[in-house]
């Protein structure tokens, strides 16, 4: 601190301080993330296994049977903390909310590893967002209004522009003022180091707390994974069983193995019209060996994140089906789509219904069932033939009984798991393995048919994801080199805040089973939940629900342990800022105006992280909706699933033109995104899809 600078930096620091604990002041204590200010390093210890070089440490008592305490535990094996942290400043009375926006700031300091470019350079300010103030603890709480950067530093630092409800300003707690002039730990000597910088970003303002913390490396694991494949053998395709004609179909059921102990099953028949499989030509089934990364109670454990990832000790087969095009293929193959399908759907469900759209433009379409989806493994995929024949396709269903209730669900194997409330994040993770697994095959030139055999273009793979889809495909296409360029539709993030909004049934199920599962029971709103939350850029909100603060900070355990496996943590990676060896890619992200499943703040949320509003499309359901509604052509309320809603005409319409648009865009590489609302401007003088001129962050319902 010898330099002119450095000196002006203290003083503007220190004049205050002679005042410090007058008035309301900032409750300091690092070590207790109750008080905080949080989060804060003093909670980490040194770890050299991991890329940050630290390891969490909050403090746990006795578990019991209690999930979130077992969650505490999942966190300590992480190398930092969540990416859009929840902050929580305490203070010693009763502050103005109005103030904490103006009082409260973050500042970037370094990146620890050179594996990024980062997000923007050190010294960025960062403002806080989403603000909730607890006044029966006099306790701010708010997330970063940016997206941050993994394994990189941080401060928090609040500032006398906070002030109390009689207008003046907050002071510093005299333990601020020993930890920062007369440190007597490693922390409180590296917040020493860090103020006078600190001081010179935020003034005029003066400081009166500080912390500075450090984001764990989201991504690692599945770089690894990547990496370990890539060092694999070549990887095999296997014919699972005859091929198809489309032109032979005349309805299909899923014989799906809904329990166990003895296996029962339920069927879901469906008439298939000609005009869903126009088109194509015929329908492939093959399998491949996929490592299996997940154990015997569907999560993979924690690894340290500079540790090198020790081999699988099992494989899974993965079924896998192709609708081939009946056009011609081109000299180097059909380029291919690989399409992930929504939560509680299976690899047969919305492909199909993308299927012709996608082959009339010259795609053949492959898809897999997603980790823990198309109920169990004895499930049977059958054929009714034009001519009454039946065939008999192996399922590949990858449910599991996880409960042991003896029932196996759409979904079941990959839900929030307690009690390690780990939420979707490893079947996401483990369902992106068995996609890179499936592009390696193709880029190695797999043949899917022993006779004739169906060509490929292996520099020409492309990902589709619809709902569920887009979220793990968001991580795929982050961390893929193999994919060329990608569609999203209605996904969003981060996970727990689409549960937090959703107002879909089944979704909203989930929620209230996961918090009544919290011991004791978190349900707040007799058998609901009502966690009290705010949306972006709303004022701040002063909390007056009783049980919301213990579900909001429950909720934030959830999501931080979600971090690995949500698609957010991955979106700035496809552009703004590639992940080590990978170069920007492109991205198309379509969403609907009032989506009730993943709601607009959560497509926002993606496409902000992305960067991404310049390469999205607005479908205008609240413009369409009354039209339709006119001419007797009602649409669904939740417009979530347009992409592949073929139920009705109108919805057709919209959906093969969402197609089309894919279709355009992935067939000039992610340069172009064709214009497909000739015939709706001429008819209706409307743009059904457009590009929006912000992010939407209301709910619009």
């Keep these: 601190m010898s330099s002119p600078r450095g000196w002006l930096a203290w003083l ?3 004049q205050p301080w002679v005042s410090a604990g007058a008035g309301v002041t900032v409750s300091f204590d690092p070590s207790n993330p109750d008080i905080g200010p949080f989060p804060s390093n003093a909670l980490t210890v040194p770890d050299p296994a991991q890329k940050t070089s630290l390891r969490m440490a909050l403090p746990q008592a006795d578990c019991g049977s209690d999930p979130v305490c077992a969650g505490i535990a999942a966190l300590n094996e992480l190398d930092g903390f969540a990416l859009q942290p929840r902050i929580r400043v305490r203070f010693s009375g009763a502050v103005d909310p109005a103030t904490l ?3 409260i700031v973050l500042v970037w300091l370094d990146n620890l590893t050179p594996d990024e470019v980062g997000l923007a350079d050190p010294g960025r300010l960062s403002a806080i967002n989403q603000v909730i103030y607890d006044p029966a603890a006099n306790t701010a709480y708010a997330q970063p209004d940016d997206f941050f950067d993994q394994h990189r ?19 510093a707690d005299p333990a601020f003022l020993a930890c920062s002039q007369q440190p007597s730990s490693d922390y409180c000597a590296s917040l020493q180091t860090a103020l006078p910088d600190l001081a010179l970003k935020v003034a005029p303002r003066t400081i009166i707390a500080a912390s500075i913390f450090t984001t764990l490396s989201a991504t690692a694991w599945l770089e690894k994974a990547r990496d370990y494949l890539a060092q694999s053998g070549p990887v095999e395709i296997a014919r699972a069983a005859p091929a198809i004609k489309a032109s032979d179909i005349a309805s299909v059921n899923w014989h799906a193995q809904v329990k166990t102990g003895p296996a029962g099953f339920q069927d879901f028949p469906t008439v298939i019209p000609a005009s869903v499989l126009e088109g194509v030509d015929r329908i492939v089934f093959n399998s491949y060996k996929s490592p299996r990364f997940l154990n015997g109670q569907q999560f993979i454990p ?6 090198a990832l020790p081999p699988p000790d099992a494989s899974d087969v993965i079924q896998v089906h192709t609708f081939v095009p009946s056009s011609p293929p081109p000299p180097d193959g059909y380029p291919v789509i690989l399409f992930g399908h929504g939560f509680s759907e299976s690899g047969f469900q919305s492909p199909t219904l993308a299927a012709s759209t996608f082959a009339k433009a010259g795609f053949a379409v492959m898809a897999i069932h997603a980790v823990g989806h198309g109920y169990g493994p004895e499930s049977v995929f059958q054929i009714v033939a034009k001519d009454g024949k039946t065939s008999d396709l192996p399922g590949g269903g990858r449910g599991v009984d996880l409960d042991g209730d003896g029932r196996i669900l759409d979904y079941e194997g990959c839900v929030v798991s307690l009690p390690a409330p780990i939420g979707l994040r490893d079947c996401m993770r483990q369902t992106v393995v068995d996609l890179m697994q ?5 880029r190695g030139g797999a043949v899917l048919e022993e006779a004739g055999g169906v060509r ?3 520099a020409r793979i492309y990902y589709t994801g619809l709902s569920l889809g887009a979220v793990y495909g968001a991580m795929l296409h982050a961390v893929d080199p193999n994919i060329k360029a990608a569609a999203l539709s209605s996904g969003g993030g981060s996970i727990v805040d689409i549960m937090r909004w959703t107002r879909a049934a089944f979704l909203r199920d989930i929620g209230r089973g996961v918090v009544a599962g919290r011991t004791p029971s978190l349900l707040n709103a007799g058998s609901d939940f009502n966690d009290n939350y705010v949306l ?3 004022p701040p909100k002063v909390n007056s629900v009783m049980g919301a603060i213990e579900l909001q900070n429950f909720f934030s355990t959830v999501d931080w342990l979600q971090a690995p496996g949500d698609p957010l943590s991955y979106a700035p990676h496809l552009k703004l800022t590639p992940l080590q060896g990978m170069t920007a890619k492109k991205t198309l992200f379509l969403f609907a105006q009032g989506d009730r499943t993943v709601p607009n703040p959560q497509n926002s949320a993606l496409i902000r992280a992305a960067g991404g509003l310049e390469t ?5 359901n609240d413009l369409v909706a009354p039209i339709a509604r006119l001419l007797n052509q009602p649409l669904p309320d939740d417009p979530h699933s347009f992409l592949v809603n073929l139920s009705t005409l109108g919805s057709a319409l919209v959906a093969t033109a969402a197609q089309q648009m894919v279709a355009g865009f992935l067939a000039s590489g992610g340069l172009t995104i064709p214009d497909v609302n000739g015939m709706a401007r001429q008819l209706l003088r409307l743009d059904v899809f457009e590009t929006p001129k912000d992010y939407l962050e209301t709910l619009n319902w």
């Design 536 to 538: 972006r850029n709303q």
């Design 302 to 307: 924690n690894l340290p994140t500079a540790a």
């Design 153 to 171: 530093r941080y401060a928090l630092v609040v500032t006398d522009a906070v002030k109390d409800t009689a207008g003046d300003p907050t002071q």
């Design 101 to 103: 926006r103006s009082g």
């Design 616 to 620: 999205s499309s607005l479908y205008r």
């Design 12 to 14: 503007l620091l220190a």
């Design 438 to 442: 499936l592009a390696r095959a193709l």
């Design 456 to 458: 490929l273009d292996p």
